[in-house]
């Protein structure tokens, strides 16, 4: 199916709170608010897939402040991204001051909607095509929730993974080298790696006495990137090859904190490398989430 560019599922829409619409403080009850932001997400899913469409979930809202009744309210929508009959519609809520049109942020939201044939079956949806850098970035953040919204079904259902992680004592190093560098002999420690491909060489390895010796190479060597201070979170079960998602359940659990993390797979078992700096934040991720991790 042919894509669709992602200015075809932007929104805007306007609509001003009237005397029934307020709740027993005045303002503008949040009930009708949620009504409007499920309407006009609607339309924008409609709008860019032509299609009729249905509510599936809507994620947490926070109001960050009331809706008076005396000014506008602004709902700007967004298609974020598309999956197969489905599409994440994100919305900005402000406040328009009628006379000074200045805007105020009063919520954010994220919906999920499928798309419907004449039959009232799913169906599919046509590829987003991101124009600019802003759209890219909307739909890596809508991925990340979408790995997280499957991961809560998951959970719910009993079949989320669940693996006991080790914070690995040693911080490491994370060299980066040009194609064809021969790596010098890594020293021993609980984990070190090299990788070579074709448009680079990739060195992890802990930060010991036994490792001045690389880094002394690592120096005269040019053309190179290092990095020291990293930590790693070791999976500590066997994982099977046909296990699927496991990369993608980790990292979504730290993307989702903003925290970068680089994942390395060997045969059996996984690694996350995170900044130090970000370590107990990381860990705290990984727990919240339902994982093991020790011994902190």
């Known amino acids: 199916m042919e ?40 339309m924008t899913a409609s709008r860019f897939s032509g299609t009729r469409v249905v509510t599936v979930s809507v994620d947490r809202m926070d109001f960050a402040r009331p809706v008076p009744l ?18 994440e519609v994100g919305a900005r809520i402000e406040v328009e001051n009628s006379r000074t049109l200045e805007l105020t942020h009063v919520g954010t939201a994220y919906l999920t909607f499928v798309a419907l044939d004449d039959n009232g079956r799913p169906t599919t949806v046509p590829p987003l095509i991101p124009e600019t850098d802003e759209d890219k970035r909307r739909m890596a953040d809508a991925v990340r929730r979408s790995y997280l919204r499957r991961m809560e079904r998951a959970q719910a ?70 990095e020291k201070g990293w930590r790693a ?38 690694y996350l490398l995170v900044r130090g700096d970000a370590v107990n934040e990381a860990a705290e991720a990984l727990r919240f989430a339902g994982h093991g991790v020790y011994p902190l």
Do not use: W
């Open 3 to 42: 894509g669709r560019p992602a200015s075809l599922g932007r929104l805007e829409s306007r609509m001003r709170p009237q005397p029934e619409h307020a709740n027993n403080g005045g303002n503008m009850h949040g009930g009708y608010i949620l009504y409007h932001l499920d309407t006009y997400c609607g």
């Open 70 to 87: 005396a000014c506008n309210l602004l709902f700007k929508t967004s298609v974020n991204m598309t999956h197969r009959h489905s599409m």
């Open 157 to 226: 259902k009993g079949k989320a993974f669940a693996f006991s992680i080790e914070l690995l004592p040693e911080s490491f190093f994370l060299c980066r080298f040009a194609p064809g560098f021969t790596p010098p002999l890594l020293p021993a420690g609980s984990f070190a790696l090299c990788a070579a491909t074709d448009t680079e060489t990739t060195l992890v390895f802990p930060e010991s006495p036994a490792s001045d010796g690389i880094v002394n190479a690592v120096c005269k060597a040019g053309g190179v990137r290092m």
């Open 233 to 270: 979170f070791a999976v500590r079960e066997t994982l099977d090859l046909s296990a699927s998602g496991v990369a993608a359940a980790l990292c979504a659990v730290l993307a989702a904190e903003n925290i970068s993390v680089q994942y390395l797979s060997t045969f059996s078992s996984g």
